[in-house]
């Protein structure tokens, strides 16, 4: 239950080849899964009952792409079709969805105070975070390459069933409990200042009279 601090990935030196120029290594090994015969390759969205760990394998080293999200949120929506075109990217990679409001406790394991979150697993063990602003497929797939090395299939763009699913790109009305929290926190905060500043001066000498006057 204590949370999951992320790895400090360091660029491994370059190799030389013959004296000539490196060839960078990658920063994550990941193994690549055995595609043979699998012809759909679809982003799988947990529910409410389903652990992550159930998921992930601590004895393998393959790699997977999770992201943490909820459906009110305008960013995850805007996301969601670049995140649903990555499995035809990388067919060699996973790609697991989850509900962050559903699974609060993962979030706070894994250091999630605001979504989407997108984080990169080599088998049970969180490797990187995705942290770039411009959330797109060209970005996902730089961070991708440049953690593990893979390279994405070219062919690959955003389509219109990427639009409707299966990480949906409507919103959906709902509670924004993160916000709600922050925004309860800094009133507690402000209401607990002001008390604390009208006690410290009515301690101090002389301010009692000039509410009395």
Known sequence: GSPVVLETVLPAPAEEANGTEGVKTPKVNCEERNV?????????????????????NPNSSDCTL????????????????????LPRAFPTLRFLALDASQHSSLSTRFGTVAVPNILLFQGAKPMARFNHTDRTLETLKDFIFNQTGIEAKKDVTVTEEDWEGPLPSVLTKGIDWLLLFSLLFLASFIMYATIRTESIRWLIPGQEHEHQE
């Open 66 to 85: 999770v992201l943490f999200y909820t459906p009110w949120c305008r960013f995850s929506a805007s996301l969601a079709p670049h995140f649903n075109s």
């Open 36 to 56: 043979t015969g699998v012809e759909n390759f679809t982003l799988q969205i947990l529910n409410v009952s389903q652990d992550l760990m159930e998921f992930l």
